[in-house]
T-cell receptor, first 111, second 113 residues
Framework: LAKTTQPISMDSYEGQEVNITCSHN???????ITWYQQFPSQGPRFIIQ???TKVTNEVASLFIPADRKSSTLSLPRVSLSDTAVYYC????????????FGKGTRLHILP | DTEVTQTPKHLVMGMTNKKSLKCEQH?????MYWYKQKAKKPPELMFV???????INESVPSRFSPECPNSSLLNLHLHALQPEDSALYLC????????????FGPGTRLTVT
């Protein structure tokens, strides 16, 4: 299983764009990259998933370079309510039994 | 319906009790999961039911027992738990062929006294 490494914590300000990078040097051919957001005492919320290049939805963008050894979650114009823990996962799209959450990044948005 | 529901929201039980946690989804997902999450730690996968086949994290003690009555329901039976089992228990489901893309319920906060 590809291990992921993220910054433990980050601070930013309201209205800024926030980029959280995840390192996954041992990513395999069939692995996809998935990001979750979690608020205290709630279940994680799926944000975005991608394989290569760029994926965008109404919440975030995911940038994946050609070597796929890292990825960047981009949150545009954050607000105080984006304060949460963000998890990066790497897993085989064909498998649903090998899922390991990394330690996550605690994002703190300041006014 | 795009929700995963879990009951109860909170549960306090003694070490000799038997209780069950319940999870339900109506998104047609064929994989369902139980996770355990301790404070300030990431969720840890306990069990997976995928197309009625059970996969177990071998580190999970036998006092936790999953049951999948049908493709929409998932139970976690608890018996003779220890105080260190106190945690947030999360249920999730996943659409077919999407690997790590999962949809989580709000969790059950379990306290073992």
């Amino acid at each position: 299983l590809a291990k992921t490494t993220q910054p433990i914590s980050m601070d930013s300000y309201e209205g800024q764009e926030v980029n959280i990078t995840c390192s996954h040097n041992n990513i395999a051919t069939n692995d996809y990259i998935t990001w979750y957001q979690q608020f205290p005492s709630q279940g994680p919320r799926f944000i975005i998933q991608g394989y290569k290049t760029k994926v965008t939805n109404e919440v975030a963008s995911l940038f994946i370079p050609a070597d796929r050894k890292s990825s960047t979650l981009s949150l545009p114009r954050v607000s105080l309510s984006d304060t949460a823990v963000y998890y990066c996962l790497v897993g085989d799209i064909r498998r649903d039994d090998k899922i390991i959450f990394g330690k996550g990044t605690r994002l703190h948005i300041l006014p | 319906d795009t929700e995963v529901t879990q009951t109860p929201k909170h549960l306090v039980m003694g070490m000799t009790n038997k209780k069950s946690l319940k999870c339900e989804q109506h998104m047609g997902h064929r994989a369902m999961y139980w996770y355990k999450q301790k404070a300030k730690k990431p969720p840890e996968l306990m069990f997976v039911y995928s197309y009625e086949k059970l996969s177990i994290n071998e580190s999970v003690p036998s006092r936790f027992s999953p049951e999948c009555p049908n493709s929409s329901l998932l139970n976690l039976h608890l018996h003779a738990l220890q105080p260190e089992d106190s945690a947030l228990y999360l249920c999730a489901s996943s659409p077919r062929g999407r690997g790590p893309e999962q949809y989580f319920g709000p969790g059950t906060r379990l306290t073992v006294t």
